[in-house]
């Protein structure tokens, strides 16, 4: 039972009880902070509460005298919620303070009043990543590994929102909008512009020379290579143009190279998409390719070992070759399906059951291609696309979902494209030199993110860094470091989490 208040307590006694009740010199029961003086001012025994045998109704409730609907902090949680108790109040951030008159309860800088909002439907605290601790106790309220200290820093007490969506940095996994997230590219700062990667879409630094590396073992015409997810290796089209006796090689990490799958007789250039972890309905590992027949692509397992071919047959007459035009999205924006380009300029999607289904018909020979994250901050007009090259023509041409096209001239003649992928090594077929050249992941890093050209006639390196400076897309091509490989004719580039000898993960 909760005290009545104090002064109410004592008028109420007063009118009940003589001057005989009680001793002099005793306490009144049950009323906490009254004085042995009656309020009038009269001496012990006058006005005396609580006698011996008295029926009077006294509180005699000894408990707290707080509820737990209190919010002695003002800040929008009740004392209650705050772990508030007399014998151990809870204190988060162990500052002294307990956390019911504390207004940042766990010391990250912002207040609980902002951390706790908006309370989810159930009426609980905010909590940001789901951890089961609200984000007013929380040091890292979105679980991507940088402290709300840090994301949340701020000279006039509202936490920054670098993308200006609506959620501050502490709560966006992307805090800057550029399809990379703040897990991944953490307080680094790859491109040297003094400004941390997780609030920075653009790369603007200067981009060293590379480091190429020749893989030490020789191969026989290569073409494509990409990342083998399932094997942590990369696959190789080896025997231009004939594919005999085999048309793959899978390299393993000590520079060796081992057949992969018994498929052999794919004419013209074969060039590989793969699926990774993600792709609707593919499983990890899964080579597509095209066999140098009209309109035709084969699916090949994880291990090689089932081969359908064809298993897409496109509809319809002169659809042009699958020469390097084969992509999985990971982007979500295509449905994680694969992308097809064809030499007649046709881009298909087509899902797991090897259903396709026409996109765009651009009526020219398209080459290299590759889906484009929707990230306006990073990539501009490209965010959100599919975008093929167009060698003959020096073009790049643009593909949105809807089937609208557009071109660009970006002054190079595409080969191939692909999406420097932080933390992976770069590998490209030299096919002028029937080498697989390497660039250690850590070179790339000041490109990551970003996409990079593929141009088949060399004068110099012949890749070139393709990025968004905020208002138009450059392109830039880049330089050997002393010592490099020599360069010659390239065919097909990716970025793979694995390392080959020279060129460790």
């Given at each position: 039972?909760?005290?009545?208040?104090?002064?109410?307590?004592?008028?109420?006694?007063?009118?009940?009880?003589?001057p005989?009740?009680?001793?002099?010199?005793e306490?009144?029961?049950?009323?906490?902070?009254?004085?042995?003086?009656?309020?009038?001012?009269?001496?012990?025994?006058?006005?005396?509460?609580?006698?011996?045998?008295?029926?009077?109704?006294?509180?005699?409730?000894?408990?707290?005298?707080?509820?737990?609907?209190?919010?002695?902090?003002?800040?929008?949680?009740?004392?209650?919620?705050?772990?508030?108790?007399?014998?151990?109040?809870?204190?988060?951030?162990?500052?002294?303070?307990?956390?019911?008159?504390?207004?940042?309860?766990?010391?990250?800088?912002?207040?609980d009043?902002?951390?706790?909002?908006?309370?989810?439907?159930?009426?609980?605290?905010?909590?940001?990543d789901?951890?089961?601790?609200?984000?007013?106790l929380?040091?890292?309220?979105?679980?991507?590994?940088?402290?709300?200290s840090?994301?949340?820093?701020?000279?006039?007490?509202?936490?920054?929102?670098?993308?200006?969506?609506?959620?501050?940095?502490?709560?966006?996994?992307?805090?800057?909008?550029?399809?990379?997230s703040?897990?991944?590219?953490?307080l680094?700062?790859?491109d040297?512009?003094?400004?941390?990667?997780?609030?920075?879409?653009?790369?603007?630094?200067?981009?060293?020379?590379?480091?190429?590396?020749?893989?030490?073992?020789a191969?026989?015409?290569p073409?494509?290579?990409?990342?083998?997810?399932?094997?942590?290796?990369?696959?190789?089209?080896?025997?231009?143009?004939?594919?005999?006796?085999?048309?793959?090689?899978?390299?393993?990490?000590?520079?060796?190279?081992?057949?992969?799958?018994?498929?052999?007789?794919?004419?013209n250039?074969?060039?590989?998409?793969?699926?990774?972890?993600?792709?609707?309905?593919?499983?990890?590992?899964?080579?597509?390719?095209?066999?140098?027949?009209?309109?035709?692509?084969?699916?090949?397992?994880?291990?090689?070992?089932?081969?359908?071919?064809?298993?897409?047959?496109?509809?319809?007459?002169?659809?042009?070759l699958?020469?390097?035009?084969?992509?999985?999205?990971r982007?979500?924006?295509?449905?994680?399906?694969?992308?097809?380009?064809?030499?007649?300029?046709?881009?298909?999607?087509?899902?797991?059951?090897?259903?396709?289904?026409?996109?765009?018909?651009?009526?020219?020979?398209?080459?290299?291609?590759?889906?484009?994250?929707?990230?306006?901050?990073?990539y501009?007009p490209?965010?959100?696309?599919?975008?093929?090259?167009?060698?003959?023509?020096?073009?790049?041409?643009?593909?949105?979902?809807?089937?609208?096209?557009?071109?660009?001239?970006?002054?190079?003649?595409?080969?191939?494209?692909d999406?420097?992928?932080?933390?992976?090594?770069?590998?490209?077929?030299?096919?002028?030199?029937?080498?697989?050249i390497?660039?250690?992941?850590?070179?790339?890093?000041?490109?990551?993110?970003?996409?990079?050209?593929?141009?088949?006639?060399?004068?110099?390196?012949?890749?070139?860094?393709?990025?968004?400076?905020?208002?138009?897309?450059?392109?830039?091509?880049?330089?050997?470091?002393?010592?490099s490989?020599?360069?010659?004719?390239?065919?097909?580039?990716?970025?793979?989490?694995?390392?080959?000898?020279?060129v460790?993960?």
């Amino acid at each position: 039972m909760r005290a009545l208040p104090l002064l109410g307590v004592l008028a109420t006694l007063s009118a009940c009880t003589t001057p005989d009740q009680g001793k002099p010199g005793e306490d009144p029961v049950g009323v906490e902070g009254v004085s042995d003086s009656a309020p009038d001012g009269g001496t012990e025994g006058e006005g005396g509460t609580g006698a011996e045998g008295s029926d009077t109704n006294v509180d005699t409730d000894t408990g707290p005298d707080w509820s737990p609907d209190d919010d002695s902090d003002g800040d929008g949680l009740t004392d209650g919620e705050e772990g508030r108790d007399d014998d151990a109040p809870q204190d988060t951030d162990g500052d002294g303070t307990p956390d019911y008159l504390d207004e940042d309860s766990d010391g990250d800088g912002i207040t609980d009043l902002i951390e706790s909002q908006p309370r989810d439907e159930s009426g609980a605290p905010a909590d940001t990543d789901g951890d089961g601790t609200p984000d007013h106790l929380d040091r890292d309220s979105d679980d991507d590994g940088l402290l709300d200290s840090v994301e949340g820093a701020s000279d006039d007490g509202v936490p920054p929102d670098t993308d200006g969506d609506g959620t501050a940095d502490y709560r966006d996994e992307d805090s800057d909008a550029d399809g990379l997230s703040d897990s991944l590219e953490r307080l680094e700062d790859w491109d040297g512009d003094g400004i941390p990667n997780s609030i920075d879409p653009l790369n603007e630094g200067n981009i060293p020379a590379l480091p190429f590396t020749a893989i030490t073992t020789a191969f026989n015409s290569p073409i494509g290579i990409d990342y083998h997810e399932h094997t942590g290796t990369v696959v190789i089209t080896v025997n231009y143009p004939s594919g005999n006796p085999l048309a793959f090689e899978r390299v393993e990490t000590d520079g060796s190279h081992v057949a992969f799958s018994s498929v052999t007789g794919l004419t013209n250039e074969v060039k590989i998409a793969t699926a990774r972890t993600g792709a609707a309905g593919f499983s990890p590992g899964e080579l597509f390719v095209g066999n140098g027949i009209d309109g035709q692509i084969v699916r090949i397992s994880p291990d090689g070992g089932t081969v359908q071919n064809p298993w897409v047959d496109l509809p319809g007459p002169d659809n042009g070759l699958l020469r390097g035009s084969l992509y999985v999205d990971r982007t979500g924006v295509w449905g994680n399906e694969l992308l097809v380009a064809t030499t007649a300029g046709e881009l298909w999607r087509i899902n797991a059951s090897g259903v396709p289904t026409l996109i765009a018909d651009a009526d020219v020979h398209l080459e290299g291609l590759v889906t484009v994250p929707d990230a306006p901050a990073r990539y501009g007009p490209l965010a959100g696309k599919a975008i093929a090259g167009a060698e003959n023509e020096g073009l790049l041409y643009v593909f949105d979902t809807s089937g609208t096209i557009a071109s660009l001239n970006v002054g190079v003649a595409v080969e191939d494209i692909d999406i420097i992928v932080p933390h992976e090594n770069f590998f490209g077929v030299n096919y002028g030199t029937s080498r697989l050249i390497g660039v250690p992941a850590q070179n790339m890093l000041p490109m990551a993110g970003d996409i990079l050209l593929t141009q088949e006639s060399v004068t110099s390196v012949g890749l070139y860094h393709l990025r968004y400076d905020g208002t138009v897309l450059v392109a830039e091509e880049l330089t050997a470091a002393s010592g490099s490989a020599s360069l010659g004719q390239w065919e097909h580039v990716t970025t793979a989490a694995a390392g080959i000898q020279e060129v460790p993960e």
